[in-house]
């Protein structure tokens, strides 16, 4: 077969243009020109101490869940926890009517490879802010709920689909079959 | 996809994120019964599919998804949308001494049987320097006089018709002097101070917002704050401005006297709030409020914008006492 570009139908998180050719050096420089995103494969979040946002959420709701939230996320500061540098990000609850004042939950986020270690539940029980501690030193991975940001592995590997399996991963709580494969979107 | 999936968030409350950068998609997956003894490829995945883009801190968009069975049924656990977010959410302005600007107010006199019916709004212009750092008390305050005048172009000439201290680390008015004259002849100023500072949209005052700016504060219920000379219910709101309302504003301020300043950074949308109480019982929809509502932008010094406006509780009425818009800003003697 000629070397060319196929477009193929994937699945959607496969890229949308497949190289075939027997030069490396040609496969190379196509695969740079078609995709750009590869030059910049290496995605970090910027966080600065300071910066915030807010998202807001649907979920199912339930007796203990309202279907609309809104969160206001900050970067309070950078603190050592293992030793390591780590993004304190404080996630507070923006409904008066189902949050009450002081209930937060602070992430602390590795500034090195944007793992999740410790996750601090600061809520008001009996008219007192108590706090409890989830330590996780190998880190908080993979799309689990229940307080989870369910972060993913940066830097991204963009395009890369060397292996797109899933693998059994050992988390300090439990052992998980999990997969992660990013791409450019389709805007 | 990416238009497609942020749209969905637009349906229900504010406007979501958009980006102006590359979009990545990130899906993480978690299969269960995915060993050895699961021959068919699995009993169910938990996916979350992410939308990042590098101008944002956050994803854009997030969906948790599972797919149950060997059919894969889809069912949709949750969804998010990225709907503000800031950098350096402690904003304040910047001032150094020699700094400078001008504003222009459209405003209603007070009514006078001496003047015709029709003539009740004029044009003011008020100049502004920040003419020195000086103590009050422990603290030190940038001296900022101000001149008035009904042309445009004033300079600095002549003493100042009033003079604000406002403080370096909280931005709270704490002195005024007020020129004073008798007969023609300046005398010395009217000196009043106000160690508690002065807050909120009170007429003939400066109407600072309490900086740094809490922006997106959650708490936006009245309260009752004791100011120097009075108590009063108070509120103030704060978040980023929305491009098309400044644009409207700002353009509605090239009308008369010229074109008004355009901000270069990023804007900031302040509501401070006077909620009358001269009926505690009234409803809630029903309480007379005085807001002052201010566009301030990172680039500038003063506010860019600021509208003051009467609503009435009980008959619905709103009235616009005061606009103002900032039209010339500089560095040094102009």
Same mark, same amino acid.
């Given at each position: 077969?000629?070397?060319?570009?196929?477009?193929?139908?994937?699945?959607?998180?496969?890229?949308?243009?497949?190289?075939?050719?027997?030069?490396?050096?040609?496969?190379?420089?196509?695969?740079?020109?078609?995709?750009?995103?590869?030059?910049?494969?290496?995605?970090?979040?910027?966080?600065?101490?300071?910066?915030?946002?807010? *998202?807001?959420?649907? #979920?199912? !709701?339930?007796?203990?869940?309202?279907?609309?939230?809104? =969160?206001? %996320?900050?970067? +309070?500061?950078?603190?050592?926890?293992?030793?390591?540098?780590?993004?304190?990000? *404080?996630?507070?609850? #923006?409904? !008066?009517?189902?949050?009450?004042?002081?209930?937060?939950? =602070?992430? %602390?986020?590795? +500034?090195?490879?944007?793992?999740?270690?410790?996750?601090?539940?600061?809520?008001?029980?009996?008219?007192?802010?108590?706090?409890?501690?989830?330590?996780?030193?190998?880190?908080?991975?993979?799309?689990?709920?229940?307080?989870?940001?369910?972060?993913?592995?940066?830097?991204?590997?963009?395009?890369?689909?060397?292996?797109?399996?899933?693998?059994?991963?050992?988390?300090?709580?439990?052992?998980?079959?999990?997969?992660?494969?990013?791409?450019?979107?389709?805007? | 996809?990416?238009?497609?999936?942020?749209?969905?968030?637009?349906?229900?409350?504010?406007?979501?994120?958009?980006?102006?950068?590359?979009?990545?998609?990130?899906?993480?997956?978690?299969?269960?019964?995915?060993?050895?003894?699961?021959?068919?490829?699995?009993?169910?995945?938990?996916?979350?599919?992410?939308?990042?883009?590098?101008?944002?801190?956050?994803?854009?968009?997030?969906?948790?998804?599972?797919?149950?069975?060997?059919?894969?049924?889809?069912?949709?656990?949750?969804?998010?949308?990225?709907?503000?977010?800031?950098?350096?959410?402690?904003?304040?302005?910047?001032?150094?001494?020699?700094?400078?600007?001008?504003?222009?107010?459209?405003?209603?006199?007070?009514?006078?049987?001496?003047?015709?019916?029709?003539?009740?709004?004029?044009?003011?212009?008020?100049?502004?320097?920040?003419?020195?750092?000086?103590?009050?008390?422990?603290?030190?305050?940038?001296?900022?006089?101000?001149?008035?005048?009904?042309?445009?172009?004033?300079?600095?000439?002549?003493?100042?018709?009033?003079?604000?201290?406002?403080?370096?680390?909280?931005?709270?008015?704490?002195?005024?002097?007020?020129?004073?004259?008798?007969?023609?002849?300046?005398?010395?100023?009217?000196?009043?101070?106000?160690?508690?500072?002065?807050?909120?949209?009170?007429?003939?005052?400066?109407?600072?917002?309490?900086?740094?700016?809490?922006?997106?504060?959650?708490?936006?219920?009245?309260?009752?704050?004791?100011?120097?000379?009075?108590?009063?219910?108070?509120?103030?709101?704060?978040?980023?401005?929305?491009?098309?309302?400044?644009?409207?504003?700002?353009?509605?301020?090239?009308?008369?006297?010229?074109?008004?300043?355009?901000?270069?950074?990023?804007?900031?949308?302040?509501?401070?709030?006077?909620?009358?109480?001269?009926?505690?019982?009234?409803?809630?929809?029903?309480?007379?409020?005085?807001?002052?509502?201010?566009?301030?932008?990172?680039?500038?010094?003063?506010?860019?914008?600021?509208?003051?406006?009467?609503?009435?509780?009980?008959?619905?009425?709103?009235?616009?006492?005061?606009?103002?818009?900032?039209?010339?800003?500089?560095?040094?003697?102009?």
């Amino acid at each position: 077969m000629s070397s060319g570009v196929t477009r193929v139908a994937l699945s959607p998180w496969v890229p949308r243009y497949f190289v075939r050719c027997k030069s490396r050096t040609v496969l190379l420089a196509l695969a740079a020109a078609l995709v750009p995103s590869l030059a910049i494969a290496q995605y970090t979040p910027k966080w600065q101490v300071g910066d915030w946002w807010i *998202v807001k959420t649907w #979920q199912i !709701p339930s007796s203990c869940v309202q279907e609309w939230t809104r =969160t206001r %996320y900050e970067v +309070a500061g950078i603190e050592k926890v293992h030793h390591r540098d780590c993004f304190v990000l *404080v996630a507070q609850g #923006q409904d !008066p009517m189902a949050v009450s004042e002081g209930d937060k939950m =602070t992430y %602390y986020v590795r +500034a090195d490879n944007w793992l999740v270690v410790m996750l601090v539940f600061t809520r008001m029980y009996d008219g007192k802010l108590r706090s409890d501690t989830l330590d996780r030193p190998r880190g908080m991975f993979g799309p689990f709920r229940g307080g989870e940001q369910r972060l993913p592995r940066f830097p991204l590997r963009v395009g890369n689909f060397s292996d797109t399996t899933f693998r059994l991963e050992h988390r300090d709580d439990c052992a998980a079959y999990l997969r992660e494969m990013s791409g450019v979107a389709d805007t | 996809m990416v238009k497609r999936l942020l749209a969905d968030g637009d349906a229900v409350g504010e406007r979501v994120v958009r980006p102006t950068d590359v979009v990545y998609q990130v899906h993480e997956e978690m299969g269960s019964g995915l060993g050895p003894d699961s021959p068919h490829g699995g009993k169910s995945i938990t996916q979350s599919l992410q939308l990042w883009s590098p101008d944002q801190p956050w994803r854009l968009y997030e969906e948790v998804v599972n797919y149950y069975g060997l059919g894969f049924k889809r069912h949709v656990l949750q969804r998010s949308w990225l709907v503000a977010s800031g950098r350096g959410e402690r904003y304040a302005p910047k001032w150094h001494v020699g700094d400078w600007w001008v504003v222009k107010t459209w405003q209603q006199r007070p009514p006078s049987g001496l003047r015709p019916a029709g003539d009740l709004w004029r044009w003011d212009y008020r100049r502004y320097d920040v003419a020195r750092i000086d103590k009050v008390g422990r603290n030190d305050c940038y001296v900022l006089e101000i001149r008035g005048d009904e042309r445009p172009n004033i300079g600095r000439d002549g003493a100042a018709g009033a003079v604000l201290y406002v403080r370096t680390d909280n931005w709270l008015v704490v002195r005024t002097e007020e020129a004073n004259f008798y007969s023609g002849k300046r005398l010395s100023p009217y000196v009043r101070d106000y160690p508690r500072g002065l807050f909120g949209p009170f007429i003939s005052e400066p109407r600072l917002p309490g900086f740094p700016l809490h922006i997106m504060n959650p708490d936006t219920a009245f309260k009752k704050e004791r100011r120097d000379d009075c108590y009063a219910n108070l509120r103030e709101i704060s978040r980023p401005a929305d491009p098309e309302l400044v644009k409207r504003l700002l353009a509605e301020g090239d009308t008369a006297g010229g074109p008004v300043i355009r901000p270069k950074g990023a804007v900031y949308d302040v509501r401070s709030e006077l909620g009358g109480d001269y009926d505690p019982g009234s409803p809630t929809g029903r309480r007379d409020i005085t807001q002052s509502h201010q566009l301030w932008s990172d680039d500038l010094p003063w506010r860019i914008y600021e509208e003051r406006v009467g609503y009435n509780g009980w008959y619905g009425g709103r009235s616009v006492e005061e606009r103002s818009w900032l039209v010339a800003v500089g560095q040094g003697e102009k």
